[in-house]
């Protein structure tokens, strides 16, 4: 999804400090400049470019977090998440750019992707699989549509681990091993609709296997 800077006013830069402490220093207040967010393959971007630095209080550090409260030309408040300063300029700029897929995938399920390992709990058809992008992101891609499958659970093990194989239908998205926030919604053969969130993709080819866990 390409980005369309929004402008933005009254904006207030603050030191971004770990949430747990009550802390809070400001840097600059009555900037304005624009602000967007937007999608680039497996990732999601946020930059804040001030065209006037306002009043500044404190100096700006190359590479330190910030984060930022502004308003819309429209009246909209709204708040940036934190974000490392690009340039300490007089038009300074901040940015981010947050990964979709997880550093560590040696987690749920990811040793087991072999089919044999599965017992069958029941038919899937007309399965849509989606990735919500991760906070503070907006959104969600979507990996497969027209699927047909079936869900799945582990046959041994505590916790158990139970998910759903997508045999065949349309890939639109790579879909890597590890990704996590995925949204599974389908048909049963009753007719009756599944819709489930939370699960992470084991394996991205066909056929496809998304599990989560359960005790």
Known sequence: MQSIPIKVKNV??????NPLEPLSAVILTNATGTYSIGTLGLNSFYNLALENEGKVTNPLNVHAKYYATFETESGHKGTTPWMYCLNNSSKPDFGRTISMVPSDTNDIG??????????????????????????????????ITNGTGNII???????????????????????????????????????DIFSQTGYTAIKGEKPAIFLKQFF
């Open 153 to 191: 659970a582990t046959r041994f093990g505590t916790p158990h681990e139970m998910g759903v194989q997508v045999n065949d239908g349309n890939w639109l998205d790579s879909i890597l091993v590890g990704s996590k926030n995925i949204i599974i919604s389908a048909k049963t053969k009753k007719g």
């Open 12 to 17: 207030t830069v603050y030191m971004y400090f």
């Open 110 to 143: 990811v040793n087991l992707a072999d089919e044999s390992g599965f017992i069958t709990l029941g038919e899937l058809t007309d399965i849509t699989v989606s990735q919500v992008f991760p906070s503070p992101g907006i959104g969600q891609r979507t990996l």
